[in-house]
């Protein structure tokens, strides 16, 4: 296997989409079905991802979450988690902070789900054990404004991830299968930005997001709408508003604002 930064995004997502997909097993601690898949270069990858040969990979690291393994929730619509992974990548993909892993949407061994690259971690090493370190302090207001925007209601310390990489260390981001809810829902552990202003530059990325969507981009409006209802792209469009409008990042409240279990 190659190192993650010799392909593309967009050589990762034809992988992911394309290869055979073979499962090894099922994750634990997983409240939904989740399997660890290998994704194999085959003949349709061959054609369309030619330069793939030269680096001589044989098999990719992937997490698969099937439709058909969704456990029932009350407020989300049965059988949509998998397509709010998929929706969450695009929007950080379109933002152009790639926090989180390249996923697709594709079918496998137990019919439609999400595939998401798997990014090696040291599982003893989360949020809460890196909380205020100044070299993450961007990605994590990333995180929270990626959060804000999705309207997450479980962003567990447990699922930002730390990658150490022989350059530098980064974060990546996890589990988004109950997120762009019309209702306020935001539960996140992160609240050390809280009430802060949110940076220029940030803002400045929200706003191009925001042009991308209205206009198309890409396809992006296009695709967030077959993965979400009209209402839920409608809150999201609303919630892109506030951000720009107000310029802060949110303090907790109303109701609950932590997740459960927290890590």
């Known amino acids: ?57 044989t098999e990719v690291r992937a997490v698969y979450k099937p439709r058909r393994g969704e456990r029932p929730l009350w407020d989300f ?7 709010r992974e ?28 999400s595939v998401q690259l798997f990014i090696p971690h040291d599982p003893e090493a989360h949020y809460f054990t890196f909380e205020g370190e100044p070299l993450f302090k961007e990605a994590l207001q990333k995180t929270v404004l990626l959060d804000i925007i999705i ?6 310390a447990g699922h930002v991830l730390l990658e150490e990489k022989e350059d530098h260390d980064r974060l990546w981001l996890i589990d988004h299968g109950i997120c762009f809810h019309t209702e306020h829902k935001l539960r996140t552990v992160i609240w050390e930005f809280a009430g802060e202003p949110i940076p220029a530059e940030l803002l400045a990325n929200v706003e191009t997001f925001s042009n991308k969507l209205a206009t198309n981009e890409a396809g992006l409006r296009t695709e967030l709408q077959s993965l979400l209802s009209q209402n839920e792209l409608e809150a999201l469009q609303r919630r892109i508003g506030r951000v720009l409008s107000q310029g802060r990042f949110l303090s907790p409240g109303p109701g609950r604002h932590y997740p459960w279990p927290p890590v």
């Open 1 to 57: 296997m190659m190192a993650k930064h010799e392909l593309s995004t967009a050589d990762w997502l034809q992988l992911l989409q394309v290869g055979t997909l073979n499962v090894k097993g099922v994750l634990p601690w997983s409240s939904n079905y989740s399997f660890l898949v290998d994704i194999c270069p085959n003949a349709a990858v061959q054609e369309t991802l030619p330069h793939l040969a030269s680096h001589k990979l």
């Open 151 to 156: 309207n997450n209601a479980d962003r567990k």
């Open 77 to 83: 619509i049965q059988g949509t988690l998998c397509q």
């Open 86 to 113: 998929r929706a969450a990548f695009l929007v950080s993909y379109a933002l152009e902070w790639h926090l989180i892993p390249p996923t697709v949407l594709r079918e496998g061994e137990h019919g439609t789900g």
